[in-house]
């Protein structure tokens, strides 16, 4: 770990490789899908999970007949398991918007963004520490994405780039208030 270096990503110029231009969202309603095992994985729904590949279609429905309304253009990314329809799993991302992506293209590797709701560069400590007393790792800007590595409710712990310490967990897209991941 180096102390006295910053991480600071221009959030626009970030978010704006998620989505390729052109793109037709679909806004989530703000309920959020009760918590319980889903169709054919039975895993929970909801549930986050991150992409696989930088090269990601989303599609309208659950089958290739329907059409693609947005490509995400990032591996790594998280996003939210709201339904399940055979092979397919219905997936929320940062902004709300939500469509249909093929099993396959995603991972059960944990991921978070920091603070993707934040419109002016309010930066987020990435402390040495789960304290917010302890000394500062890095400024990270809104919309970096970064890898969880453990969470306990409060805290997670986070590696990005050369990077490890602990952000706050509200102040992340791509985990639970409250869930612990070890």
């Not at 990435?126 to 590595?149: D, F, I, Q």
């Amino acid at each position: 770990m180096r102390h006295g270096h910053w991480i600071v990503v221009a959030a626009g110029a970030a978010f704006a490789l998620l989505l390729l231009a052109g793109v037709e969202t679909r806004a989530a309603s703000d309920a959020t899908p009760a918590a319980g095992p889903g169709g054919q994985s039975h895993l929970p729904i909801p549930r986050f999970v991150s992409l696989k590949s930088d090269k990601v279609n989303v599609r309208k429905g659950p089958s290739t007949d329907q059409a693609i309304v947005w490509v995400f253009s990032r591996a790594g990314l998280p996003v939210e398991i709201i339904a399940e329809s055979d092979n397919w799993r219905r997936v929320r991302d940062s902004e709300g918007a939500d469509g249909w992506v093929w099993h396959s293209l995603l991972s059960g590797r944990r991921t978070a963004l920091i603070a993707p709701w934040t419109k002016a560069p309010e930066n987020v400590p990435l402390y040495s520490r789960k304290s917010t007393g302890a000394s500062t790792v890095a400024e990270l800007a809104p919309s970096v994405l970064g890898n969880v590595l453990s969470c306990d409710g409060e805290w997670c712990e986070l590696s990005i780039d050369d990077f490890s310490g602990f952000v706050q967990q509200d102040r992340l897209w791509g985990v639970y208030k409250d869930e612990v991941i070890k």
